[in-house]
């Protein structure tokens, strides 16, 4: 308890440093703060809807080191929630109509109390949706999860940065190109991917530099091609989703020098149409440690639901979340820029 209490406290200096450097560098390039920007759509600011999704962060512990990750998700974090707090998100879920249920980590199957947790989500009959890096379903200790996702009918949403090994490799590490080949030809063989059956299986694309994504439907012909032509493999969907500037990403752009053209890439791809379809309007997310955030990104800047909004999930009051402003920063540019990028992919 004591080291992870340390480990908390040097990630919050480290966040705070980087915040000030990034206010310096933001004002001398003259990025305008995104809120001058929002109002383009016509609207004076961001409100939240009703709540659509309630993304769930099991904790930070990953089998895996990813360059992108704006998680800074790895093996020896030891940030995890625990089962008192899943009992918390199922009351606050019970009395609500919320129809879908997103598990997000690190990898979230790395929960101890995770299949009870799903199981227990499914009963109050939810979509869920769990976000698997694949690895994991190859793993020692996890080679029974295609199954058990399978018997509970839930959607596997999975990063699979590029349909060729050397890219993907680049940005998750060596051999994890193969290992998620194996992966998703073991869920292939439960139906998952394939027209019918029920069981869908998405993959998300995340760019392996500083540059957006390509046009969607454009990519996902390409993937659906090349991995039937080379693997025999199957999905349903490609997300392709922005690589916002914080955590590992943003620890990149800084020590490479493109920080501020990434940014003034962002500025400048500035769409309104994307801004008004942002998903932090109908995501609610939820810390491993049970406090709310606007979005799994503002999760990770510690930036909190606030403005009279219940702040922590035992406190859950869905009217009191409904309507709330939503709290931006500079990154929110990601989400908003070209064809606009959510953890559903695209928004335009």
């Not at 990898?107 to 009959?125: C, D, G, H, Q």
């Not at 199954?147 to 940065?161: C, G, T, Y």
């Not at 501020?260 to 994307?274: H, W």
């Not at 859950?316 to 920063?329: E, N, P, Q």
Request: aromatic share 10%; charged share 25%.
């Amino acid at each position: 308890m004591e080291a992870r209490h340390k480990s908390m406290k040097a990630f919050g200096e480290k966040l705070a440093d980087v915040n000030e450097q990034l206010k310096i560098i933001n004002k001398e390039n003259g990025f305008p703060h995104f809120d001058e920007k929002y109002k383009l759509t016509g609207e004076k600011e961001l409100l939240a809807d009703n709540i659509e999704v309630f993304q769930v962060n099991l904790g930070k512990m990953c089998n895996q080191v990813c360059k992108h990750c704006h998680v800074d998700a790895g093996p020896d974090r030891k940030e995890i929630m625990t089962k008192e707090t899943m009992q918390q998100c199922l009351r606050a879920l019970s009395p609500t109509d919320i129809p879908t249920v997103d598990l997000t980590g690190g990898a979230p199957e790395m929960n101890p109390n995770f299949k009870w947790f799903v199981t227990e989500v499914k009963k109050l009959n939810r979509h869920v949706m769990v976000r698997s890096n694949l690895t994991i379903l190859v793993t020692n200790g996890f080679e029974d999860l295609p199954q058990f996702f399978a018997d509970n009918e839930v959607e596997v949403v999975s990063s699979l940065p590029y349909y060729r090994q050397s890219f993907t490799d680049k940005q998750r590490g060596d051999g994890v190109f193969k290992k998620s080949i194996d992966a998703m030809k073991k869920l292939n063989t439960l139906g998952y991917g394939k027209e019918g059956t029920g069981l869908l299986f998405d993959l998300v694309y995340n760019p392996v530099g500083a540059f957006l994504p390509p046009d969607q439907q454009s990519l996902e012909n390409d993937y659906k091609r090349e991995l039937k032509r080379n693997f025999g493999v199957h999905f349903n969907k490609l997300y392709t989703i922005t690589n916002m500037p914080i955590s590992r990403f943003l620890d990149y752009l800084l020590a490479s020098g493109n920080y501020e053209s990434y940014m003034q890439k962002l500025v400048d791809s500035f769409n309104p149409i994307a801004a008004s379809n942002v998903m932090c309007k109908f995501t609610l997310s939820l810390g491993w440690d049970g406090y709310l955030y606007d979005c799994d990104f503002n999760q990770m800047l510690e930036m909190r639901v606030n403005h009279g909004s219940p702040k922590h999930i035992k406190n859950f009051d869905a009217a009191k979340l409904v309507g709330r402003k939503i709290i931006t920063g500079q990154h929110c540019y990601g989400c908003t820029a070209g064809a606009g990028s959510s953890c559903g992919g695209a928004t335009v």
